[in-house]
């Protein structure tokens, strides 16, 4: 079914709504997490452990990742999980950017 939405010039337009089974426009979104020389690797463990909700060894992965490529996707996801995954890591100061597929 098509809902109807209104563009910012108020006139109406069709879109398709949006299911969960539709991943590939749900998960369109990355986190990607850049490396700097201003934190310790536990700081960075530790705040992807709290943003992704991943296991130690993950966040040690991609840690690693971000120190020898400067820069790992850390999460995929919906735009909404994306933007409080971002913050999360940016609570320290940690550099990150969302992406899209």
């Given amino acids: 079914m098509d809902m109807i939405w209104l563009n910012e010039g108020g006139t109406p337009e069709s879109r398709p709504e949006l299911h969960p089974d539709d991943t590939e426009i749900l998960d369109a979104y990355r986190v990607v ?5 201003e934190h310790t690797f536990d ?3 530790f705040q992807i452990i709290k943003a992704v909700r991943c296991t130690r060894v993950k966040a040690e992965k991609h840690t690693w ?3 020898n490529n400067g820069s790992s996707i850390v999460y995929s996801g919906n735009i909404a999980n994306c933007i409080r995954v971002s913050a999360i890591l ?7 950017e969302i992406q899209t597929g």
Avoid: G
């Fill in 33 to 37: 997490l850049f490396n700097d020389d």
């Fill in 43 to 45: 700081e960075v463990i």
């Fill in 65 to 67: 990742e971000v120190h």
């Fill in 90 to 96: 940016e609570e320290i100061a940690l550099k990150t």
